[in-house]
């Protein structure tokens, strides 16, 4: 069996749509790593006293209105369920980073930069066809129109990440890879990663 010990912890943002979850879990199959995505809704809820729904709801994405009350309530001296998840899912981060491993999403490059953990960031992207296409296959828009839902992700994204982190999401200066991965495709992708975040020794 490798030895991982000497790993980073591997860190993917992404754009909705560009598969980011498969990325990971080929990374997982590639590296031997585990990697954690949804698995985050359950161990954010075990120590936040949220519901699972509440933090599958909340613990990414946040939009503008949403944004604004979660301002008022905290002004008004109410507890903040947006700041509680987030600093709920900040300890799940740092707890999982204590040894090599895959997250995905949830600011986690910039929290583990912050702290000083050793970390190869990696941001991913792909073309509208590519997203739509990945967007459909997913079906969480509901009765919402598909290209409105992605653009609507996107922004919540953006704004959570914003508020979090005070950085602009996706910009190249805040990972060390960024990949299109409509243009390589998922199993290039997983390569190039793996083979890069091994050299980062």
């Known amino acids: 069996m490798a030895d991982n010990t000497r790993m980073p912890v591997i860190t993917i943002s992404r754009q909705y749509g ?3 979850r498969s990325v990971a879990r080929g990374l997982s199959e590639k590296l031997g790593l585990e990697f954690y995505d949804v698995d985050f809704v359950r161990l954010t809820a075990k120590i936040s006293g949220y519901s699972e729904d509440e933090v599958r709801r909340e613990g990414e994405d946040i939009g503008g209105f949403s944004k604004f009350v979660s301002h008022f309530l905290t002004n008004a001296s109410y507890s903040n369920p947006y700041d509680e998840i987030y600093q709920a899912q900040r300890a799940v981060i740092l707890g999982l980073a204590e040894k090599p491993c895959i997250i995905v999403g949830r600011c986690s490059n910039i929290i583990l930069r912050e702290e000083g953990i050793r970390s190869f960031d990696v ?4 073309d509208k066809e590519f997203r739509l296409k990945r967007a459909a296959e997913l079906a969480e828009n509901g009765e919402m129109d598909l290209e409105k839902y992605v653009e609507r992700r996107d922004h919540w994204r953006r704004t959570y ?3 979090y982190t005070a ?3 996706g910009e190249a200066v805040d990972f060390h890879l ?3 991965v409509s243009r390589f495709g998922i199993d290039t992708c ?3 990663i793996a083979d890069l975040a091994k050299k980062d020794l």
């Not at 941001?123 to 792909?126: D, E, G, K, R, S």
């Open 161 to 163: 990440y914003k508020t």
């Open 178 to 180: 960024c990949l299109d």
């Open 123 to 126: 941001f991913l992207t792909a």
């Open 190 to 192: 997983v390569d190039i």
């Open 167 to 169: 950085h602009d999401y």
């Open 18 to 20: 560009a598969g980011g």
